[in-house]
């Protein structure tokens, strides 16, 4: 696999500031810190970040959030923890959804399809196994 540098892009101040620090959460569960992931989506012009079961899309340029959900709010499912995020890119320039895999207490993994620009899920399916990035 090879990859091709085709655009930098510096981010703006307001992006770099919505992004949580590692030291500001502790999985109390187990007792650890929780660790950010992020990434950039494939236009580059939308950056994510997630950290425990918060999502959050920003504008690249701006650091406008766009897009946020905060996975296991509903239940209440305090041990709700995003495992990894991938990108589904959609047909016609249209902004693209998130497949979204997260570890929750009460009811084990899923999977959920994130639309961004509504911040909703539009999808989740429970699955036995452990979810994981590998």
Not at 18 to 47: E, F, H, I, M, N
Not at 59 to 78: E, H, N, P, Q
Request: aromatic letters at 6%.
């Amino acid at each position: 696999m090879s990859f091709k540098v085709s655009k930098i892009q510096h981010f703006p101040q307001a992006v770099l500031q919505g992004l949580p620090t590692d030291d500001s959460d502790v999985d109390l569960a187990k007792g650890s810190l929780l660790p950010t992931l992020g990434g950039v989506l494939a236009d580059t012009r939308y950056v994510w970040h997630a950290k425990g079961p918060c999502l959050e899309i920003r504008d690249a340029r701006s650091g406008v959030k766009v897009g946020a959900w905060t996975f296991g709010s509903i239940l209440k499912d305090f041990n709700t923890r995003v495992v990894c995020v991938d990108e589904i890119q959609r047909p016609n320039g249209r902004l693209s959804l998130l497949a979204v895999a997260i570890e929750c207490g009460i009811s084990g993994s899923m999977v959920c399809v994130f639309e961004v620009l509504g911040s909703k899920v539009i999808r989740a399916v429970q699955i036995q196994e452990k979810a994981s990035y590998r």
